[in-house]
Every structure is written in structure tokens, then in C-alpha cells.
Antibody, heavy 121, light 105 residues
Framework: EVQLVESGGGLVKPGGSLRLSCAAS????????MNWVRQAPGEGLEWVSS????????YYAVSVKGRFTISRDNAKNSLYLEMNSLRVEDTAVYYC???????????????WGQGSLVTVS | EIVMTQSPATLSVSPGERATLSCRAS??????LAWYQQRPGQAPRLLIY???TRATGIPARFSGGGSGTEFTLTISSLQSEDFAVYYC?????????FGGGTKVE
């Protein structure tokens, strides 16, 4: 069974930093593109960042580029999001999500974690 | 950036009725369109990918259609567990973008 478990959320002051982690199990982690998607309170979904299976390629939303860094450790089946210079508007539940991946490309988010709440205040 | 627009924002239906949700892309996304369901307090769940393919374990009452810029999600006979928020998402072009959601109540 695919499982994604986020941790590391909490309350932080504006300008502060936080590191989210996502522990993956139930699949071959190194085969898949991994992602962070966030949801502000009462709002919709916003893609934040993606990282290729081997970690060579990273992509970011304009809203977080230069402040957030995505990384992964395939030996530990773990995904990370380092968040710096946090703003009030970064307050959200952050979901770790797997993206279906094959030799032809990257596709939809097929599995999601339960999320980790980050509050910037 | 491709803007995804969902309509209506809220859809009021009765159990057993049919619900049709719409999603429009500001430019073509081919068939690289997914639908997700989010129940209160839960993470999103994949329903449909490739515009029309049901994800594993999704009941047949859910169906997706369309291509290019116009897409629909149809729930043929609403069950109590289907009252939720539904999001469309394009994965054709970076950045990946979601629609604003349709709440089915």
C-alpha cells in the first residue's frame, strides 16, 4: 500500500524557516517524480514544487521560487521542502504527492499524503 | 500560465441525481487533465486522469470527457459520499495548475 506521511509543520514567524519531510513507503520511491502541493485555509489547491526521480531536475511555482528548496533522499525514501523567508501568505496545509511517472513522461498526482499544516504568524 | 476555470462554483443536487461539472483551460492541454475529489478534512483523491480514464478503485458512476480546452466530470447518480469539492488540474505545461474547485452540495 502506497503511503506518504508528512511531518515538520508548525507555527513560525514571518521571515522564519521550516523544513517539511515526507516519508514514503509501499512503492519504489526512486522511480517517481515527487511533489509538494499546498492549500491555504478555505482555499483551493496550489502546486508548489516538483523533483525528478533522481533529483536532477526541480521545478517551482513563481510564488515560492528563490525561497523554497525541494530535495529528496532516495536511500531514505524521503522528500523534503526547505522553506525560508516565510510569509503570512505561505500559511497552508502542505501535501506531499506522488506523480505517476513512466519512460514517456510525468502525469497526474496519483497518491497524496494527509498534509502538514504550516502557519506563518 | 494556463488558467483553469471551473463552473459552477457550487452545485446543489439531490442524492440519486446526475451532476455535471465543467472545467475550461485558457489554452489547449490536450488530454492531460485530471480530476480530484476532496472531502472535508481529507486529502485530495485522484478520480480521473487522461481526461477520461478512471483511477484505480473509482466507481463507474464517475466519468470524464473532453479534450483541448473543454472538459466535464459527470457523476451519474450521486451517493451521499460524493458530496465534496472537485478540482480539475492540467499537467501538460509547467506550471501545473488547478481549477478553483466546484463544491457539490
Amino acid at each position: 500500500e502506497v503511503q506518504l506521511v508528512e511531518s515538520g509543520g508548525g507555527l513560525v514567524k514571518p521571515g522564519g524557516s521550516l523544513r517539511l519531510s515526507c516519508a514514503a513507503s509501499g512503492f519504489t520511491f526512486s522511480f517517481y517524480t515527487m511533489n509538494w502541493v499546498r492549500q491555504a485555509p478555505g482555499e483551493g489547491l496550489e502546486w508548489v514544487s516538483s523533483i525528478s526521480p533522481n533529483g536532477d531536475y526541480m521545478y517551482y511555482a513563481v510564488s515560492v521560487k528563490g525561497r523554497f528548496t525541494i530535495s529528496r533522499d532516495n536511500a531514505k525514501n524521503s522528500l523534503y521542502l526547505e522553506m525560508n523567508s516565510l510569509r503570512v501568505e505561505d500559511t497552508a496545509v502542505y501535501y506531499c504527492a506522488r506523480r505517476r511517472t513512466d519512460s514517456s513522461g510525468w502525469y497526474e498526482f496519483d497518491y497524496w499524503g494527509q498534509g502538514s499544516l504550516v502557519t506563518v504568524s | 500560465e494556463i488558467v483553469m476555470t471551473q463552473s459552477p462554483a457550487t452545485l446543489s443536487v439531490s442524492p440519486g441525481e446526475r451532476a455535471t461539472l465543467s472545467c475550461r483551460a485558457s489554452q489547449s492541454v490536450s488530454n492531460k487533465l485530471a480530476w480530484y475529489q476532496q472531502r472535508p478534512g481529507q486529502a485530495p483523491r485522484l478520480l480521473i486522469y487522461g481526461a477520461s480514464t478512471r483511477a484505480t478503485g473509482i466507481p463507474a458512476r464517475f466519468s470524464g470527457g473532453g479534450s483541448g480546452t473543454e472538459f466535464t466530470l459527470t457523476i451519474s447518480s450521486l451517493q451521499s459520499e460524493d458530496f465534496a469539492v472537485y478540482y480539475c488540474q492540467q499537467y501538460n505545461i509547467w506550471p501545473l495548475t488547478f481549477g478553483g474547485g466546484t463544491k457539490v452540495e
